[in-house]
């Protein structure tokens, strides 16, 4: 599964947390919000409004458990999918922390992943030697690990 911002965000949830028979073997995640609990993520009014449209108005605060029902790296498992990363160092959006977070989770439980951070970059419209990096990577990655399995 491939995602983008929030298509990333629901790859994410699906392939670690709703995908019982584990049919996604794979993950690419293009800036994907993955732990709403990131301290991070307080104050980020931009984050906060996009987060309403998945969530409702509720504040962390007000109730956690919703919050961890939706982060996909709260939920990831020896069997998650392989997943590789991508983020911008510099997005107003979804702040760098969310790579750590989400790898973090991913290597405690023994999931091979890749992560790359692109520095000075944002929330996609990279630029094009870094564009052409992400190309090659994520060729990379699906010809390393699922053409021809």
Not at 6 to 25: E, F, Q, R
Not at 26 to 48: H, K, M, Q
Not at 52 to 75: D, K, M, R, V
Request: proline letters at 7%; aromatic letters at 12%; glycine letters at 12%.
């Amino acid at each position: 599964m491939l995602g983008v911002s929030a298509g990333a965000h629901l790859a994410m949830l699906y392939g670690y947390k709703y995908d019982t028979p584990h049919s996604v073997k794979g993950i690419c995640n293009t800036v994907g919000p993955a732990d709403f609990t990131d301290p991070s993520l307080a104050g980020n009014e931009a984050f906060a409004t996009a987060l309403s449209f998945f969530i409702g108005p509720e504040t962390y605060g007000q109730n956690p458990g919703l919050w961890e029902e939706t982060s996909p790296a709260c939920h990831i498992t020896s069997r998650a999918p392989k997943t590789i990363s991508f983020y911008g160092s510099e997005d107003p959006l979804v702040p760098p922390t969310q790579m750590d977070l989400l790898h973090g989770a991913l290597d405690t439980a023994g999931v091979y992943n890749e992560k790359t951070m692109y520095t000075g970059e944002g929330h996609g419209g990279w630029n094009p030697g870094n564009t052409a990096d992400y190309s090659a990577r994520l060729i990379h990655f699906i010809d390393q690990h699922f053409i021809g399995n």
